[in-house]
C-alpha cells in the first residue's frame, strides 16, 4: 500500500479556513485534552474501525489526520484509503511539528503524551533490568527485552507498549464523543 499524502504545518495552517477541510485527531483523549488544533474532532486510533465506514460515507470534505508526531495518523490514514476515502492526508510530524512551526493549540490539561509516557516505562525498564542484573545475571534479560520491544515497534510502526499504556486510568480520564466527532467530520 503507497504511503498517503502528507501536508506540512506551514501548509495546513494556510487552508484552515476551508469549508472542505476537517481535521481528525487519533491520539488518546487524554492527549486530545492535553492540546488539540482548533477545530479538530477527536477518534482514538482504536476506535476508528468502528466509525470508518461512517467517515467514508461521508467523504465529500477533505481530512487531514493528526497524531503527536504522524505514526498513528499514518496507520489512521491507511484505513481511510483502504475503505475508500481518497481525500486523506497525514500533518507531517503530528502535533509536535505543529506547535514547532508557531501552530496553536487549544486545551492545555497537564498531561503526558503516549511517546513520553513509553519513553519513561521502557527506560526504567532498562535501567531497572541493568542495576538488577548486577545482583541476579539473568534480569539483563528484561533490558533485551524492552530492547527487542523497542525495535520491533520501530520497524512495524505499531507501539504495544504504548497501546497497553493508552488504556490506563490517567490516559483514558477524558472520553472521545465519537460520534459527535463522525458527525462534525462529515458535514
Not at 57 to 80: H, K, P
Not at 153 to 181: I, Q, V, Y
Request: with cysteine.
Amino acid at each position: 500500500m503507497s504511503q498517503t499524502a502528507t501536508i506540512s504545518p506551514t501548509a495546513l495552517r494556510a487552508k484552515t479556513g476551508d469549508a472542505k477541510l476537517r481535521l481528525l485527531d487519533v491520539r488518546s483523549p487524554g492527549e486530545f485534552a492535553a492540546g488539540h488544533i482548533a477545530g479538530s474532532h477527536n477518534i482514538p486510533l482504536g476506535d476508528l474501525p468502528t466509525y470508518t465506514d461512517a467517515l467514508v460515507s461521508g467523504a465529500a470534505t477533505e481530512l487531514v489526520v493528526v497524531c503527536q508526531s504522524g505514526g498513528r495518523a499514518q496507520l489512521a490514514a491507511d484505513q481511510l484509503r483502504s475503505a475508500g476515502h481518497d481525500q486523506v492526508q497525514v500533518l507531517e510530524g503530528g502535533i509536535g511539528a505543529w506547535t514547532q512551526a508557531d501552530g496553536q493549540v487549544e486545551g492545555g490539561a497537564s498531561a503526558w503524551t503516549i511517546e513520553r509516557q513509553v519513553r519513561l516505562v521502557a527506560g526504567s525498564l532498562v535501567l531497572s533490568g541493568i542495576l538488577a542484573s548486577l545482583k541476579f545475571p539473568k534480569a539483563k534479560f528484561l533490558s533485551g527485552a524492552i530492547g527487542g520491544g523497542l525495535t520491533f515497534a520501530a520497524l512495524s510502526n505499531t507501539c504495544m507498549m504504548g497501546n497497553m499504556l493508552s488504556k490506563m486510568p490517567h490516559n483514558r480520564a477524558a472520553s472521545a464523543d465519537a460520534e459527535a466527532a463522525v458527525a462534525a467530520l462529515t458535514s
